[in-house]
């Protein structure tokens, strides 16, 4: 089989860190050709795709490319679609995610995989607020009523969020980690840079066996206590759990959230919601993903693998 013989798979947000996941693992598998969709083809995310042997097209996730989009997606046999983060009072991540359905709908494309979450105002019946899962959750709604294959994968809170949004601080020489869950409160985490191409890889690889279904992608089911108690052990740091799941401990430890009282609102309904309902709904099997890819790092082997002790880190890296 010659490369262009190889099926096309075109990848919506291929710089961040599910797309460049995504990207990387179906370019190594060799299986596939890749069409990487980003908004600067010049940025060093881009040139690192570039050099696995992704083609590089630039098309910025914003409302009003579908033209851009259509021609980008012409000739995939799939696409793996992606909303950018959106934060409240901005609503267009619903429209954006249809606008790239339709695109790829629009476009011929063979199986869609779009990264979805749970419908937090439905299962809650409004009483938590957290947009950012339930546009998504729309979204995949959308796509279900579209004539075109389709898959979604569900990712799981993000071990890189402690490197990048929730970053610990050093109070005298104990390295605090403020966590937006409560102390003892089991969660699944995952390290989407790693975790996110195998499961994509599989269901391309068998889009007919996936189509209409809802994948998870866990990489560990733990706790703040368990997350602190690993991290001392791992780097011999002294370090302490700090609750940043009330209002009071969010913005105690993360004061920069304050200006925008949506995204404060937004954030503790997120952990709110997991926590009274679960981030996961009860259908799904939290184990499938390891069971696909035994080799799904866990928070001691995320750790060890990336070398991470406390410090601010831009996209995990």
């Known amino acids: 089989m010659t490369i262009h013989d190889k099926p096309l798979i075109a990848i919506v947000g291929a710089t961040s860190k599910q797309g460049r996941s995504v990207t990387a693992t179906l370019l190594q598998s060799q299986r596939f050709r890749v069409r990487a969709l980003t908004r600067s083809k010049d940025s060093p995310s881009a040139r690192a795709l570039r050099a696995l042997g992704a083609e590089i097209v630039t098309v910025p996730l914003e409302l009003g490319r579908t033209k851009e989009l259509v021609g980008a997606f012409e000739g995939a046999a799939g696409a793996f679609l992606m909303t950018p983060p959106i934060a409240p009072p901005d609503t267009s991540e619903a429209p954006l995610g249809r606008q790239l359905a339709d695109a790829a709908v629009e476009a011929g494309v063979g199986h869609v995989v779009f990264s979805t979450l749970e419908n937090v105002e439905k299962i809650t019946g409004g009483t938590k607020y957290a947009p950012h899962f339930t546009d998504k959750a729309e979204v995949a709604d959308y796509i279900r009523g579209l004539p075109v294959s389709h898959s979604f994968v569900m990712l799981a809170f993000f071990y890189t969020n402690l490197m990048e949004y ?152």
């Open 166 to 317: 929730y970053v610990p601080r050093y109070d005298g020489d104990t390295l605090l980690l403020p966590i937006y869950l409560p102390e003892d409160f089991a969660a699944p985490f995952v390290d989407p840079l790693t975790a996110t191409g195998p499961v994509v890889l599989e269901i391309f690889s068998h889009p007919e066996r996936y189509n209409g279904k809802t994948l998870p992608i866990v990489g560990d089911i733990i706790s703040p206590r368990e997350i602190v108690d690993t991290f001392r052990r791992v780097t011999g740091l002294k370090a302490e759990y700090r609750n940043a799941f009330s209002r009071d401990g969010l913005l105690r430890y993360f004061p920069e959230f304050a200006p925008n009282e949506l995204l404060v609102r937004e954030t503790l309904g997120m952990v709110e919601y997991a926590v009274e309902y679960g981030y996961f709904s009860g259908e799904h099997d939290l184990g499938w993903s390891r069971r696909l890819d035994p080799d799904t790092l866990n928070w001691e082997q995320f750790l060890r693998t990336t070398g991470w002790r406390g410090e601010k880190r831009a996209f995990g890296l």
